[in-house]
T-cell receptor
Framework: DAGVTQSPTHLIKTRGQHVTLRCSPI?????VSWYQQVLGQGPQFIFQ???????GRGNFPDRFSARQFPNYSSELNVNALLLGDSALYLC????????????FGEGSRLTVL | KQEVTQIPAALSVPEGENLVLNCSFT??????LQWFRQDPGKGLTSLLL?????REQTSGRLNASLDKSSGRSTLYIAASQPGDSATYLC??????????FGKGTRLSVIA
């Protein structure tokens, strides 16, 4: 069975641009969460979606947005990129809402120049 | 506010040694605790999940314990191998809010 898949794996953008990151959860999983991990730190929660509804939002500016599609895949969008947005963006899926075991993808490495 | 601390931040051991990684959390009201492994530049691999009602979980050479009342968990790795070199992350699940992660322990096993 395929695990959580994310695309693209690496990308380079310049300040002010927009980026879209994509995530496909494990088959049968209905919850998708997004995390940002900067070098040397633990992942920080950005969004969680369950059954296509937003269930949680972390302490990130409105430049960050996300959505979940009917097939449970998800997109994370970041507008007006800043240098500080450079990070590894991780997607995780779980069977249940907020209490299930989380399974992570390989991440999307974003570099903002 | 839940805070998770992992000690030590980095650890270097010779191959074959048994070792313990520590994780502490400030709020004992958790639903479960999960240990992850992360290789450089890669995603997180789930190692062990301990429910709040459990005391420990084992998988191969790995054993994780949980003492919820004292806010502590340990990850024990037996007979360490160079392939165990990675960063190990602890995350607590409060149940109604997202996972809270520690900063991780960077482990190097020297052949």
């Amino acid at each position: 069975d395929a695990g959580v898949t994310q695309s693209p794996t690496h990308l380079i953008k310049t300040r002010g641009q927009h980026v879209t990151l994509r995530c496909s959860p494990i088959s049968g999983h209905k919850s998708v969460s997004w995390y940002q991990q900067v070098l040397g730190q633990g992942p920080q929660f950005i969004f969680q979606y369950y059954e296509k509804e937003e269930r949680g939002r972390g302490n990130f500016p409105d430049r960050f947005s996300a959505r979940q599609f009917p097939n449970y895949s998800s997109e994370l969008n970041v507008n007006a990129l800043l240098l500080g947005d450079s990070a590894l963006y991780l997607c995780a899926s779980s069977l249940r809402d907020s209490i299930g075991e989380l399974f992570f993808g390989e991440g999307s490495r974003l570099t903002v120049l | 506010k839940q805070e998770v601390t992992q000690i030590p931040a980095a650890l270097s051991v010779p191959e074959g040694e048994n070792l313990v990684l520590n994780c502490s959390f400030t709020d004992s009201a958790i639903y479960n605790l999960q240990w992850f492994r992360q290789d450089p530049g890669k995603g997180l691999t789930s190692l062990l999940l301990i429910q709040s009602s459990q005391r420990e979980q084992t998988s191969g050479r790995l054993n994780a314990s949980l003492d919820k009342s004292s806010g502590r968990s340990t990850l024990y790795i037996a007979a360490s191998q160079p392939g165990d070199s990675a960063t190990y992350l602890c995350a607590v699940n409060p149940g109604n809010t997202p996972l809270v992660f520690g900063k991780g322990t960077r482990l190097s096993v020297i052949a």
